[in-house]
């Protein structure tokens, strides 16, 4: 049996730091992994506590990234609890087995600490790779801080395991800011994080030789659109158990969790829509608009898949203009989380206008003076009863100023 | 592990019915035998990973499976990664406790093709091999990629032709070598690596058992024909493969801890390749005047690779 560690009523941890103690909380069976930066120490602390006796699990030092998520795939398959850690260059080497995973139904945890894609060669934060997430059909559950991490990574083995979800699971942080910036977090015990995240259910396990079971048949076009469409139903059923699984973290920690996070939207006019760490840096700039006289408020999707759709679309129901951050290269498209929220706001009968920002790429500072211009820009929109700017835009980024697209409502 | 007898074959091949007879591989084709013969081979339960390719395809096709065992297939390169999860899962719930029968024995085994083995899934495997998970890794090396119908793999020989490295007017088919995993296994440090063939049933079954039982990973690159892709009557399979052992194109031996060679089936009269080589409509171009060195070559390296193999066997290296 591991060693319990006593922690502190408040630790300083950064974001890394943070996940790796929730992980050997949970008490892990398997830890298959190959490190990359940022989310090398997730790792590397795992590993010291494999060395030092705090973990009972297996930890497999694995070959490449697409090793790692296969181990983890032949692991959960063998019924017990899962996890590994990823960015960038590593969550692209995973991406044909994250769909694997996700197909096969098997739940397993990966914390993946968001960084930009090359070329060219970047290892600061941006969300191309959790983008590049969007389709496999995981859940994807964003932190927008240390603390974060930490509560979201242990509500993430209690969503993914439940029966009625059966999925794997991906937790979100934003490499450097989030993942190297020590903060204060309030942890669990041991004996506490441990309860809440419960006993693994093995299910259909390789392990039960009492049973055969097959993991990974093929399908064609009699079976496969059938198998497709149970897994996207899956996904959006989870919907109900994120939110009890929230529900019963707030009664032992008394931190809240819900699916859309809406910060002063009550009588907001103007409103931004923000992933990661931008969204404190956000509510910051909507705050101080609100001295000048700007009812400004900020929606935040904590979870991007299942994406919440009547959430969001609640959520903005009164807004005039709202400006949807995108801190990903969109590359010939608007950004992705633009079309999503758009499309969700397209049924309202009073919509309001609808604009886009590339901010942020490589780790690029978005400062809050930027998201301060970005509120009054929607602010001007709402005044003007029309789309003052570009609808696509990029800021902080060098060079003559760079938009696309004027087509108006009228 | 119970060894079940060897001495039958009619017997041997009923012992343990855990590999189901529907199922999809071609009439001929040599993957079911060497298959049955791993799942004969041991009492004990069984989890296996298989990679992308004819077996897989073939066997498990929703909603019907063809193995009554644990049987995991992922992709077409991750079958070492998927039995390296499943042992380390193994390892942990064992020692936590939370195994519903600790006390059954279990083996865990990969499967792949030449493409997944030799080729794409080639660091998936050496990285398990060194990690030293204990499993047994076969490949099934049918010397091309024919769940795709018949291309080159580094497997393939030289100068057999295939859609991807053609026989033609200016061409007498693959023009580079076969790539020797078993050397490169056994440079890993693997405790036990071996190439077998399903017609010495016998020494196939003892080396199965062998790897079976040896703690650690174990590699065995089994001599598959191809009725499909080599082009020879189905009926043939295991004459095809007497020609392939006979003529020592594919010599039977195993390498234990990377340096003790033993040779485990020497033909009493060594065939010329010819024979091998004329039976399969692959090497058909050969016989051709203008590539008549070609079938040269091939002789002259099978026998300085028979040479080298009997060398180290004397020598103990």
């Given at each position: 049996m591991a060693e319990k560690v006593e922690l502190n009523e408040i630790e300083v941890w950064d974001g890394n730091y943070a996940v790796s103690q929730a992980l050997r909380q949970a008490q892990i069976d398997v830890v298959a992994a190959y490190p990359i930066t940022p989310s090398t120490p997730i790792v590397e602390n795992y590993g010291s506590y494999v060395a030092n006796g705090l973990v009972d699990g297996e930890f497999v030092m694995v070959e490449s990234e697409h090793a790692a998520m296969s181990a983890c795939v032949g692991a959960a398959a063998a019924g017990g609890r899962v996890a590994t850690a990823t960015s960038s260059q590593g969550f692209m080497l995973m991406i044909e087995v994250l769909y694997q995973a996700s197909g096969m139904r098997v739940p397993l945890v990966l914390t993946v600490v968001n960084r930009a894609v090359a070329s060219p060669l970047n290892v600061q934060g941006d969300h191309g790779d959790m983008y590049a997430g969007r389709d496999s059909g995981w859940v994807q559950i964003d932190a927008f801080n240390a603390q974060e991490a930490y509560d979201l990574t242990l509500c993430a083995f209690k969503i993914g395991e439940d029966m009625r979800v059966r999925l794997p699971v991906m937790v979100h942080q934003d490499g450097f800011l989030t993942s190297h910036t020590a903060q204060n977090v309030r942890p669990l015990q041991d004996e506490e994080a441990y309860k809440f995240v419960g006993d693994y259910k093995p299910y259909e396990e390789m392990l039960d030789f009492t049973k055969a079971v097959t993991y990974g048949a093929q399908t064609e076009e009699n079976w496969h659109f059938e198998h497709k469409a149970k897994q996207h139903k899956a996904l959006f059923d989870s919907a109900k158990v994120i939110d009890e699984v929230f529900a019963e973290f707030k009664k032992l920690t008394g931190r809240e969790y819900k699916r859309v996070e809406s910060y002063m939207m009550e009588d907001a006019e103007v409103a931004i829509v923000a992933l990661g760490s931008s969204v404190e840096t956000v509510r910051y700039a909507a705050e101080q608009l609100r001295e000048e006289g700007i009812k400004a408020g900020v929606v935040a999707p904590r979870c991007f898949r299942p994406f919440p759709f009547d959430e969001i679309k609640e959520a903005l129901a009164n807004v005039k203009s709202v400006a949807v951050l995108d801190r990903s290269a969109p590359m010939g498209a608007m950004g992705a989380l633009f079309n999503e929220v758009s499309s969700a706001l397209y049924?309202?009968?009073n919509r309001p206008f609808v604009t886009n920002y590339i901010y942020g790429l490589g780790g690029r500072d978005f400062s809050i003076e930027q998201a301060k211009t970005i509120l009054k820009e929607q602010k001007a929109n709402a005044d003007a009863d029309d789309i003052t700017t570009n609808i696509q835009q990029f800021i902080g980024v060098r060079g003559p100023k760079l938009g696309f697209f004027e087509t108006k409502r009228s | 592990m119970a060894i079940t007898s060897i001495k039958n074959l009619k017997e041997f091949s009923t012992v343990n019915e855990r590999f189901e007879g529907a199922h999809l591989l071609c009439p001929g084709c040599a993957h079911s035998m060497i298959v049955r013969e791993l799942m004969n081979a041991t009492d004990d339960n069984l989890v296996i990973a298989t990679n992308t390719g004819c077996l897989e395809v073939s066997t498990a096709v929703y909603p019907y499976t063809s193995w009554d065992t644990s049987w995991i297939h992922i992709g077409f390169e991750n079958a070492a990664s998927a039995i390296s999860g499943a042992e380390a899962m193994y390892k942990a719930r064992k020692r936590k406790g939370t195994l519903k029968d600790p006390d059954a024995p279990v083996k865990f085994v990969a499967f792949g093709g030449d493409g997944s083995?030799?080729?794409?899934g080639f660091q998936w495997l050496s990285g398990a091999i060194e990690r030293g998970h204990d499993f047994t890794y076969i490949c099934l090396d049918n010397e091309n990629y024919a769940n795709t119908g018949g291309q080159r793999s580094s497997s393939t020989p030289i100068g057999a032709h295939t859609s991807t490295a053609q026989a033609g007017r200016v061409s007498y088919g693959k023009k580079q070598k076969k790539k020797d995993m078993i050397a490169i296994m056994a440079a890993h440090g693997a405790p036990y690596v071996a190439q077998l063939a399903p017609n010495k049933w016998k020494i196939m079954a003892k080396g199965f058992q062998k790897a079976l039982e040896t703690e650690g990973p174990c590699f065995i690159n089994t001599v598959s024909a191809c009725t499909t892709e080599w082009k020879f009557n189905p009926k043939d399979t295991i004459h095809l493969t007497d020609l392939a052992t006979d003529t020592l194109m594919f010599p039977v031996y195993e390498i234990i801890n990377g340096t003790e060679l033993n040779i485990l089936y020497r033909p009493k009269n060594v065939l010329p390749v010819e024979e091998y080589l004329a039976a399969q409509g692959r090497y058909k171009h050969l016989f051709k005047p203008e590539n008549k060195h070609v079938i040269e070559k091939i002789q002259k390296e099978i026998d300085a690779k028979w040479e080298y193999l009997q060398r180290r066997e004397e020598a103990r290296v």
């Open positions: 049924t309202l009968e | 083995t030799y080729d794409i």
